[in-house]
T-cell receptor, first 112, second 114 residues
Framework: KNQVEQSPQSLIILEGKNCTLQ??????????LRWYKQDTGRGPVSLTI?????NTKSNGRYTATLDADTKQSSLHITASQLSDSASYIC???????????FGAGTRLTVKP | EAQVTQNPRYLITVTGKKLTVTCSQN?????MSWYRQDPGLGLRQIYY???????DKGDVPEGYKVSRKEKRNFPLILESPSPNQTSLYFC?????????????FGSGTQLSVL
């Protein structure tokens, strides 16, 4: 069983709407949690990073939250744009370990 | 421009014909790694390197080789490719030697083994 589970697997929303992507993990203890955005045909690009002591981190219209007690993170996208269409990948790094754990990603499609 | 460069971008080959996918970074990063990405499975690590001449297996190393003779280069070698190695491959580097550093990815290599 993967240590990082993302939901939903795919999501379609209309331009201008908000959405929230989920990441549940079992990695513990962990060093940090990152969200990456991967455009079709391109490599992933880091959006946010949070350590275990942080609850929220924003990057423009992207806001990541972290609940270390329930081992859940979410990525909230506000006022979506067509360019937000991409896959979003959650990556958790165990404490004192090189073994990053990747989620399978959520495929987001923003329609006009 | 700081970047990770992979070549080729697309590759079609036949079973058993040795191939090399090159990866080069110009950011003086210590850490480099290779991943394959398959639908529904996400990114899986093949091999990683903490520094020159230091390489370690990731989650799915079978059928692959790597080398790290220079800091900037980290080629992925398939000695005898098989159809189950058809996948999208990514090279990445990170300034942080340990895990958890921000990964900078190449643009990917789409490999098809017939």
């Amino acid at each position: 069983k993967n240590q990082v589970e993302q939901s939903p697997q795919s999501l379609i929303i209309l331009e201008g709407k908000n959405c929230t992507l989920q990441c549940n993990y079992t990695v513990s203890p962990f060093s940090n949690l990152r969200w990456y955005k991967q455009d079709t045909g391109r490599g992933p690009v880091s959006l946010t990073i949070m350590t275990f002591s942080e609850n929220t981190k924003s990057n423009g219209r992207y806001t990541a939250t972290l609940d270390a007690d329930t081992k859940q993170s979410s990525l909230h996208i506000t006022a979506s744009q067509l360019s937000d269409s991409a896959s979003y990948i959650c990556v958790v790094t165990p404490y004192n370990n090189n073994d990053m754990r990747f989620g399978a990603g959520t495929r987001l499609t923003v329609k006009p | 421009e700081a970047q990770v460069t992979q070549n080729p971008r697309y590759l079609i080959t036949v079973t058993g014909k040795k191939l090399t996918v090159t990866c080069s970074q110009n950011m003086n990063h210590e850490y480099m790694s290779w991943y394959r990405q398959d639908p529904g499975l996400g990114l899986r690590q093949i091999y990683y390197s903490m520094n020159v001449e230091v390489t370690d297996k990731g989650d799915v190393p079978e059928g692959y080789k790597v080398s790290r003779k220079e800091k900037r280069n980290f080629p992925l070698i398939l000695e005898s490719p098989s159809p189950n190695q058809t996948s999208l491959y990514f090279c990445a580097s990170s300034p942080q030697q340990g895990g958890g550093g921000k990964l900078f990815f190449g643009s990917g290599t789409q490999l098809s083994v017939l």
